[in-house]
């Protein structure tokens, strides 16, 4: 077993395909071609879309991160690779990718969580995990709080969302306020010049009954119909929208659920670091009010720099090169996908 593997990730679960290389716990390299641009127009990935262009992306994005990392395909330890949860084709184009890869030059392989990557990612920006650490997952497709003893064989789900992902809440939210796809990064920064106690918009599964029956669950598809109603009753009445308020409004109804429940999971379950992860994170309002309430309850918060909190590659490989550190025991090569793969497993 090396000491140092190198490994090399690859990412396809929705619309980015992302090829990661990373040396033991050092980032080389992170490719990443995103078909983003080809599904802004249907306001949300196309999954046949994204499998074609996936197909398109796949060996440049891998000969770059090659060129960019300055190895050859011939130097690296093992392939490890997203088998789930994504969209079924996509997921397919890289397990086949990294599949044939593994044959090839004859490298153990790794089928992991896409979830479970985008916690590992961390250790590539900060250095090696706390055992166990708190994480927040919030991305288009998931948002979960996750205690994590082990990122390599111990992912245990607190809760997670009853109906939208964060992102999705976002999304949608941009779409109701006429701001393009992924709306995201277009609410954020809307957000800015908002006032975020304008408008009062409910705060899901925190009342106390709910704090009981679900109390690390979200729930956002009422506060997203909560925005709308409140839009659609501006238009009714001829009265102008004020997009920044109502996006700074509606973005810290999601950020104080999330990080209020974040933190009580921390504090009821004695864990000392919260790590942020996914696409949401990348939020700026949400990483300065956990920051906040971060140092106000003694816990150490992690977040990746942007680029390495949306899907990427990186992740993959940071993920694929533990399983290598702690003596993992490879997939097998005929590893299968799985759209719907549980957040409790790693590696399949
Ligand atoms: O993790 P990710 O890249 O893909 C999935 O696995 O889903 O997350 C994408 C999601 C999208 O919904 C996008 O709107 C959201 O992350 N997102 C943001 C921001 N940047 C990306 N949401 C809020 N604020 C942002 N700055
Ligand atoms: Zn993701």
């Known amino acids: 077993m090396p000491d140092e593997p190198l490994v090399l990730g690859i990412e396809t679960s929705c619309d980015e395909t992302g090829v990661g290389i990373v040396r033991g716990e050092t980032l080389l390299a992170d490719a990443v071609a995103s078909s983003v641009d080809e599904h802004a127009r249907f306001g949300g990935v196309v999954p046949e879309v994204a499998s074609r262009a996936h197909l398109e992306a796949m060996v440049p994005t891998i000969e770059r991160a090659c060129r960019d990392a300055g190895v050859t395909l011939r130097d690296l330890d093992a392939i490890s690779v997203t088998a789930g949860p994504g969209l079924a084709g996509s997921l397919l184009v890289g397990v086949a990718a990294a599949k ?96 975020q106690v304008a408008i009062d918009f409910p705060r899901g599964l925190t009342s106390g009954r709910d704090m009981e029956r679900h109390r690390f669950d979200f729930s ?50 004695d864990v000392d670091h919260l790590l942020i992860g996914g696409g949401v994170a990348a939020n700026s309002r949400l990483r300065a009010l956990a920051e906040e309430r971060c140092a106000r309850a003694g816990v150490t918060l992690r977040v990746p720099r942007p680029g390495l909190c949306t899907d990427n590659g990186a992740m993959v490989a940071a993920l694929g090169a533990q399983m290598v550190l702690k003596g993992r025991e490879p997939s097998d090569l005929g590893l299968p996908t799985d759209s719907s793969m549980p957040v409790t497993t790693v590696l399949t």
């Open 100 to 195: 044939a890869l593994a044959v090839a030059l004859d490298t153990p392989i790794y089928g992991v969580n896409h979830l479970a990557s985008h916690v590992a990612v961390d250790i590539v920006e900060h250095g090696p995990l706390p055992e166990p650490t708190m994480a927040l997952l919030v991305s288009g497709g998931h948002s979960s709080l996750l205690l994590v003893p082990d990122v390599t064989d111990d992912v245990r789900s607190l809760g997670s969302t009853m109906d939208d992902a964060a992102g999705e809440a976002f999304d949608k939210v941009a779409r109701v306020l006429g701001l393009p796809f992924p709306g995201g990064p277009h609410v954020d920064r809307a957000a800015r010049e908002g006032d």
């Open 220 to 269: 956002f598809s009422g506060l997203k119909t909560a925005v709308a109603r409140w839009v659609e009753h501006r238009h009714r009445a001829g009265e102008p929208v004020p997009v920044a308020d109502v996006a700074a409004s509606f973005q810290e109804a999601v950020v104080d659920v999330l990080t209020k429940k974040a933190l009580l999971a921390c504090r009821e379950n």
